[in-house]
């Protein structure tokens, strides 16, 4: 069992950075994937960005790449999101999520353990 907690969210303006972070605990998940998903309200929890634990392979969302960077420490088992230039519309709830599998996915559905979620606002 792996738990996973979100921190870092924030009240920001348009333009600005935010970084949030997920630490996981329980047990190691050297040989899985990550990936960051967000929820607005009255829609659907969307995909945001997901990497292999261990190979550092990425893949972000269209509405995403340019602006948001995913990282991870190795050593203190730490999942970070680099956001900048944020727009209105990435206000959400920002969710931390992991999977056994070592394959990295866009797929909510294929995700094992899931954060609380930390919101972001971003005001125009």
């Known amino acids: 069992q792996v738990q996973l907690v979100e921190s870092g969210g924030g009240l920001v303006q348009a333009g600005g950075s935010l970084r949030l972070s997920c630490v996981a605990s329980g047990r190691t998940i050297d040989n899985g994937a990550m990936g960051w998903f967000r929820q607005a309200p009255g829609k659907e929890r969307e995909f945001v960005v997901t990497i292999s634990w261990s190979g550092g392979t990425t893949y972000y969302a269209d509405s995403v790449k340019g602006r948001f960077a995913i990282s991870r420490d190795n050593v203190k088992k730490i999942l970070y999101l680099q956001m900048n230039s944020l727009k209105p519309e990435d206000t959400a709830v920002y969710y931390c999520?992991?999977?056994?599998?070592?394959?990295?996915?866009?797929?909510?559905?294929?995700?094992?353990?899931w954060g609380q979620g930390t919101q972001v606002t971003v005001s125009s």
């Open positions: 999520a992991g999977r056994r599998n070592v394959e990295p996915t866009a797929k909510l559905s294929e995700y094992d353990y």
